[in-house]
Each structure stands twice: as C-alpha cells, then as structure tokens.
C-alpha cells in the first residue's frame, strides 16, 4: 500500500505529483528545489538555494515519519557543476556518514541552481 506525504513547510510544487510517496518501510521524494511553501522560486547563490532545497527534503522526510539517518540514496542535479565543491559544503551539515547512495550531474534546470530527489528506507 502506497500514501502521499505532504509537509507544509516545503514548496506544493506545480506538476502531477505528490511530494513524496511511503510505501511500506520506503519514502521516495520528488525532486525538490529552492522553492518556498507556495511553489515561488527563491534565488539566489548556491549555498543560499542548496540550503533551501534540503530544508523541503528534510520537512518531507520528516512529515513522512523518517529522520535524515533514514535517507539512503539522493539524486542531485546542478544547472553548474562548477559549484559542485560549493553545494557539497552545505548538503555534508544535513547527513552524518556514513552519507547516502548519491548521483550528482549537471542538468538545465530552468532558473534554478539546484535540485535534489530522495528515497529514505528504514527497519519497519
């Protein structure tokens, strides 16, 4: 059996689908970005959109009964892998190690800087 999962501190989002979805022991993400409560776009650099981005990942998470630990793979896409060495300063304060299962590529993004899916898994 599969729920949707909605937090109301990160963005509804615009499209045909849900913020997240729990199946059993699993929670998969949508992709997130630096988008507030309303679905607006906050720019700004990297860092400031990178911060952002994993905030709505954690509220997700978290309105799905998981915590952080529990994330363990992440899908993350940069408009500019050129900030790569910037982004990864600000996602290492949101994960301990061992750190998840990660892609990163370089993606056009359509006005933003970043954007970052996740599956979250944990011991029923």
Known sequence: MRREVNAK???????PYSQAIKAANMLFVSGQGPLDERGA???????????????NIKAIVEAGGFAMDDVVKVGVYLADLADFDRFNAVYTTYFKGPYPARTCVEAGLDGIKVEIDAIACRDN
């Open 41 to 55: 776009i906050v720019a700004g650099d990297i860092e400031a959109e990178a911060r952002l981005t994993m905030d």
């Open 9 to 15: 501190e990160a963005s509804i989002g615009s499209g």
